[in-house]
């Protein structure tokens, strides 16, 4: 069943009138047929203009859309072999962020990312995808093996922002942050981060701090969601349209700015519309950036990536 958002009413009306003539208990042909064929070619051109002039706040709804593919889809559609990691040999497993090894087109890769869960059940267990301290802390964990066995990293990221819970707080949650982007920075194999979703402030950064920063189109990345920043400026969550943007969270605007280094097309409608396309298309974007590090020195890549981030803001 097809989940449409507010501004997609104009294909949904559409949409409706061709699952309307497709459940006619005739023969879809003559004078049916055609008038089927123009609504599908009007839907689809309806599609493709409203995604061409998406506002900020649209994209954000785009990439919460709950039928976009999640971190266990891509695992499902890239990864062969996967073996996923529990813990942080310290306190807990923290199912938000999932994190393990496996085969990627050939290589082997250790994979992290957060999950939000598609149901209410995945949702609640896996804690809407806002990691806790002992999340972070088994990716610094699987990080440094990684190193050890010189096996590339990929992140994908998909959150609103690390957990603001007492209890996070209480465990060290700036910290764990903190060391966790310090493990990012410090790696002498590649690694690539791609938001899939949302990138939502240090949550993200933790595990995306990385030789490459790919977006998908729809996807936003922001120091803090578009409700939460109009309710610290105005005082207002309802001004959220307008803190989406003033914020620049899309990925068309952190290219402009140097922020990310690439942006991933999604399928027409969104990657909620395609999923194995999206999840083959994400693939072949992870492929060709750490292609990009073969021959370099575990010095190099660490120098590499230091002087990207050290480069943000001098062009401006």
Not at 6 to 30: H, M, Q, Y
Not at 114 to 142: C, I, W
């Amino acid at each position: 069943m097809r989940s449409y958002l507010d501004f997609e009413k104009p294909v949904a009306e559409l949409e409706a009138k061709i699952d309307e003539l497709r459940g006619l208990n005739t023969d879809v042909s003559g004078a049916i047929g055609e008038e089927l064929t123009k609504l599908e070619t009007r839907a689809g051109k309806a599609l493709v203009d409203l995604y061409a002039s998406l506002t900020p706040w649209q994209k954000t709804q785009v990439a919460r859309h709950q039928m976009r593919p999640h971190f266990v889809d891509y695992i499902a559609g890239m990864i062969e072999d996967f073996t996923p990691l529990a813990g942080d040999r310290k306190f807990a497993d923290d199912e938000a962020l999932i994190a393990g090894f496996g085969r990627f087109r050939g290589r082997s890769v250790c994979i992290m990312g957060q999950e939000k869960g598609s149901d209410t059940e995945g949702r609640l267990r896996h804690n809407f995808g806002m990691t806790r301290p002992e999340g972070y802390r088994k990716a610094v964990r699987l990080m440094e093996l990684a190193d050890r066995f010189g096996l590339p990293v990929v992140s994908l990221v998909d959150t609103a922002g690390a957990f603001p819970g007492i209890d996070a707080e209480e465990r060290g949650q700036a910290e764990a942050i903190a060391r966790s982007t310090e493990a990012c920075l410090a790696l002498g194999v590649p690694n690539v981060a791609v938001v899939v979703g949302e990138g939502g402030s240090g949550g993200a950064v933790a595990i995306a701090t990385c030789n490459r920063v790919l977006m998908l189109e729809h996807a936003i990345y922001t120091v803090a969601s578009p409700e939460a920043s109009a309710s610290i400026l105005w005082r207002d969550s309802g001004r959220r349209q307008d803190a989406a943007q003033n914020m620049k969270i899309t990925a068309q605007d952190l290219l402009r700015f140097g922020i990310i280094d690439g942006i991933i097309p999604e399928p027409a409608g969104g990657a909620h519309r395609d999923p194995a396309k999206m999840i083959k298309t994400a693939g072949d974007a992870i492929e060709k950036a750490l292609d990009a590090f073969k021959g370099m020195s575990g010095d190099e890549i660490r120098n590499a990536r230091a002087e990207k981030f050290l480069a943000i803001g001098r062009k401006l």
